[in-house]
């Protein structure tokens, strides 16, 4: 399938809204215009024409060209070791002996993927997420599935979906979001499906991959790597699985996305403004009674047709100004102004604190020093002060790259309050000590600047200068 790419002045996918109130004829509803919309007429005729299966796809997965840029893949993604403890640089010492037996054990039909070993990682809002961990080898055989698999449903997908897809993201998901806010859709569908990845129905997984592919012989290893179990790390037997998709596994976001492209497709055909990733969605009205309908739809098709459920706490229609979350972002009408703003939402705050903490421990046998030490002579040629501020620049580079499209209350400085947490951990991790103290004045903001220390309000108005600066170009 080919696609138009319409691009603004500036080279830029350009993002619109195509929610029901704005173009009733437009019944897909998309939101990003770089392919041709779609009519309801056109979806008819389409659905008369004979759909063109793929028969022969085993050999395209198990060949050894395509196995070996997966291994490329997973061992740049590097990753722990599954239930067999092969790591990637133990594979690695005879990758092309174990890449040459992994293609002859696909081709001979013999390959069976091991159980996907469970770990727990805490969750920012209180609990633990289970990820599933499957062997090298394993991950391989996904990487490999997903190089052939990934592009047959590309051609399908639509564009209200943005997670883990070629060219899309969260960047291409807030643009439209940010878009519909700005249009002036007032209701949102702030929703959540409960524990999608552990719910996910096996044989729809199974017939939903069957509308394009009809290699037998792939839908059979997908099934298996669907029911290869989980070993987790105190139980010695293996608990099956019979629903869910592993995640973390390299083949789950495509699984995911397939398996929601039955709700994309629906709520398309109503004309309903939703921006989905992964399995994050909300949907925008411009009505509290477009937002009911929208969430009942949603629910008919999530809950009826895909055995999903959506969780009673975490869905709810709410009006834009009262507020909703997605995808780090917080929006809200300003109570003093009215205006929208975006900025970081607590949950995300969290986080970059924790992240912040632990790139800037105190030494278990540090004791609190004194200020003579405490010099600039001293500290910039200290390798562990170095280190701790290499990582901690290195982080506040990267979130920066994701929260600098906040609309803040405080322009000019929306983040003094992330700025001042980490040069207090700085100043902490130097000198052991807490609290106020002479240790504030000794390493004041440009005493920390001078050994390098990044500032996040320095990096966002940089951002805002060179946003401003750059020229428009046309076509």
Known sequence: MRKS?????????????????????N????????????SSASVASRSKTPKRKWYSLIDKVYALPNLEAAWE???ANDGAPGIDRVSI??????????????SADLRAKTYRPQPVRRVFIPKSGGGQRPLGIPTIRDRIVQQALLQVMEPIFEAKFSKLSHGFRPERGCATALSVVDRAVRHGYKWVVDADIRTFFDTVDHDLMIAALNEEIADGSVLKLITQILTAGTAH????DVEPTELGTPQGSPLSPLLANIYLHRFDVAMAEAGYGLVRYADDFVIFA???????????????????ELKLALHPEKTRIVSVEAGFEFLGYHYFADPKTGSIVKEVRQKSVHRFRESI???????ITQRPVKAKHVTLARLSKNERVKTIIAG???????????????WSRYPETPFRNFDGFVRQRIRTAITGRVGPGWWNVQLNNQTLFALGLVSLDDLQRKYRQDQGATPARKG
Not at 89 to 102: I, P, V
Not at 289 to 300: D, F, G, I, M, V
Not at 357 to 363: D, G, I, S, V
């Open 357 to 363: 903490r632990r790139r800037t421990p105190r030494l």
């Open 286 to 304: 411009k009505s509290e009674e477009a937002a009911t309908s929208a969430l009942n739809l949603a629910r008919q098709i999530l809950e009826g």
């Open 392 to 406: 901690v620049n290195a982080h506040l580079h990267g979130w920066h790259g994701y929260f600098r499209q906040v």
């Open 233 to 236: 790390p105190s139980v010695s």
């Open 73 to 75: 893949k997973v061992q």
């Open 89 to 102: 640089q133990g594979f690695e010492k005879d990758a092309s002996t174990r890449l040459e037996r992994l």
């Open 27 to 38: 019944a897909t509803g998309e939101t990003q215009d770089n392919g041709p919309q779609t």
């Open 5 to 25: 790419t319409a691009k603004n002045g500036v080279g830029q996918l350009e993002l619109q809204i195509a929610f029901p109130q704005e173009q009733a004829n």
